[in-house]
């Protein structure tokens, strides 16, 4: 395979352009009388930087969204934003996302109009117009992502003229009228995208990214926020008009049009040859790709970071990870040696998010009938092979907590006699040469090898926990680059389960939550729950269904940056937010003081923060523009 293109801002091309919020639509006079776009070279980079306004997932600044499952200590960015003081003039962690927006969307219409110019240019019709489509297809993600954060917004249509006067700006759209807009550019965009990107090309649109884009953008139309909310959105309407901006009668038709996008962007996507990454994709212990001989968990691990030949993948972003990305900040501290590590474990999940993962029966801990919830927190010889993977057993006691858990688990997390995945540990090979073995001890009391010691700062895991997601086993204190998907087929299973619940259709949502969970390792749906919960039935009704599908996207999706966005459209982000994060206590010294505490991340909440605030300069500048509820 060849090698995968980073699609980047290149700052020296970048450097010709002018960013612009919503508002700065003068267009940039060197770009105009600019030669840049007048080779196909050049033309092609020229698209590229439209891609890199894309929020990067792997750094803090741009992905305030992962911080409902994660905590860090007090001098980290993602700390301050959970504190909820984020305002109109104060925009914390969310300051870069509304200018990255109408950035990239007005890149996008200054490159087409740069190709209206190339006239000249030697490229062939089908490129150029799929250079279009793609363009198209990044217009259409740009609203969603605004759409995501913000609610109603505005729909730009064209590159804006520069004469254009301020209140003759578009102001904001209601939700609906956004999702038919983003709705009609991609279907301007796919029949001329090709189904699949590789080589070279990969992390480019596809038509088949197109596809996966519409049931997320007609799910999130037809969640509980955005789809009939008279009781938060009433008074909710265009300063212009009166119009409600977001819709005030509930309709069950926005979930067919979910279910309807869903099922057919799976059955183009299969028709295609995409599928779940499993066993076969993930093989056996390498060089390659050591630990992980647990075969449910090496596939889970691999699922997002093997992009070779890895049919559930369906768009990534092919940027790299960077000095303070999520690899470094999650892997554990090196004692010694070349690849020391002073931020490991800086970023880590809280006691929270440890618990929402299934017991080994495929059900939440307090539901499993054969699970010792009220005495979780007891500490316990290890049991033998722990976390099924053979590594090897502690002579130290791990708590019962994660014992008998689900294998996304013991793939994902990192725990106090637990084992974390790893080529080198103090310039050693833990494995001793055996690919399958490459895992190292994570111990996290005050003076162990992986505990706070004498730091006070972002060098330790204050929760007691390490994230184990994103991270490849091969790391060593280096980065190992691969894409990041941002589209996989999983999510299009449980986006269309979630469809059909709502509608109703109980059974036929079974299938396809089960699909997720048999790749998972765990039982079907009917059967942990006629089998060993304290519930059985639950399934059968919607609403527990719901429950039910709404946890496997949490477990499922975790650290992918759903979650922050899921408990707001569903409408229920007060039992997310609003309270400590928790986690054990990082100042033990024996276990069995290291146990649960609240930590001192109190996070706070408000019915406003439901939605993301428009930046204070920028309703200052256009009165037309109201500002999100409960944020005056």
Known sequence: MKKIIHILIMLAFMGQFTSC???????????????TWKTPDAIKGYLYSCYGYIPDNRTQGDSYWHYTELTAVIKEGMTLFKYGTYSPANLGFTHTTWADIWNGIHQCYMFQEAMKQAVNVDIDENTRNMYIAESNFLIAYFHFLSLRSYGPTMIIRELLDQNTPIDA??????????????????????????????????????RLAAFALKPRVYLYAASPLFNGNSDMYANFKSKLDGRNLIAQEYSVEKWQQAADAAKNAIDKLTKAGFDLYDTENAGEPSAEKPGLPNKAQRRLRYTAIDHKENPEIIWADTRDDDYYGIQRRTIPRQAKG????????????????????????????????????????????????????????PSGKVMRLNTDREPRFYAWIGYHNGYFEMDKYEDKDPGNGDPAKKAVLLQFLKNDPHGQGNRTDANFSISGFAN?????????????????????????????????????????????IDLVRSR??????????????????????????????RQERINEFYFEGHLFFDVRRWKVAEEYEGMPDRGLNTLATKVEDFTPVDLSLMRTFHKGQYLMPIPQAEVDKAPQIVQNPYYD
């Open 21 to 35: 919020d919503y508002l700065d639509i003068v267009p940039d006079e060197r770009a105009q009388d600019s030669d």
């Open 169 to 206: 700006l578009p102001e904001r759209s209601s939700y609906d009228e956004v999702v038919e807009f983003i709705n009609q550019k991609l279907d301007e965009a796919i029949p001329y995208l090709p189904n699949v990107q590789t080589g070279d090309d990969y992390g480019r649109a596809t």
């Open 338 to 393: 070349t690849y020391k590590n002073d931020i490991s474990c800086s970023i880590c999940p809280t006691l929270q998010t440890v618990e929402r993962f299934y017991t080994k029966n495929g059900l939440p801990m307090n539901q499993d009938k054969t699970y010792d919830f009220e005495n979780r927190y007891e500490y316990i010889t290890a049991p033998d092979n722990c976390d099924g993977n053979n590594y090897g057993n």
């Open 468 to 512: 184990k997601k994103w991270s490849h086993p091969l790391t060593r204190g280096n980065m190992i680059n691969y894409p990041l998907p941002l589209f996989r087929l999983a999510e299009l299973y449980l986006n269309y389960a979630e469809a059909l619940v709502e509608l109703n259709r109980l059974d036929e949502a079974k299938i396809y």
């Open 520 to 549: 998972a390792g765990i039982p079907s749906v009917d059967e942990a729950w006629d089998n060993y919960s304290t519930v059985p039935g639950y399934q059968n009704t919607q609403d527990g269904l719901r429950q039910i599908v």
